[in-house]
């Protein structure tokens, strides 16, 4: 089986999310394009150690997680000197649409995007958020 080239240039995009199905299902659309390269993290109390590994651009966390919740995962992140910068994004099913009109919306300084998601919103909020950062 001949394993696909990624370019150089591709956006890192790691999603913390206990639902296998819907890292899954961002991981193969975001990698469609080519644009992105997405690590994908089912076990939250793993989310630090593959931030590390990975350098991620952006990382999208679940709230409501076993082990360490989504407060608890971006606290750890925050607090490491490598990773305090890398725009985080709140995914989660406790925001309704309505709240978040463009797809994703910050809240007390926080990223958040509603589930369920589609790929054109995670993109936008890429590529606004990863803008702003580098």
């Known amino acids: 089986m001949t394993q696909v080239q990624i370019p150089k240039n591709c956006k890192r995009v ?3 999310d206990d639902e296998e199905s819907f890292t899954r299902m961002v991981k193969r659309n975001l990698e469609r394009d080519m644009k992105y390269m997405v690590r994908a993290v089912n ?3 793993e989310a630090l150690a593959t931030a590390r590994e990975f350098h991620p651009d952006i990382i999208f966390l679940d ?7 989504g407060g608890d995962v971006a606290a750890q992140l925050r607090g490491d000197s490598q990773l305090r910068k890398v725009p985080i994004v709140f995914v989660s099913a406790m925001v309704s649409r309505k709240e978040s009109a463009e797809g994703f919306y910050t809240s007390g300084g926080e990223l958040f995007i509603a589930k369920p998601v589609n790929t054109g919103t ?5 590529e606004t958020h990863t803008a702003e950062s580098e």
């Open 14 to 16: 790691l999603i913390v």
């Open 43 to 45: 076990d939250s109390t």
């Open 63 to 69: 709230i409501i997680m076993p082990g360490a919740d």
């Open 122 to 126: 995670l993109i936008r909020c890429i």
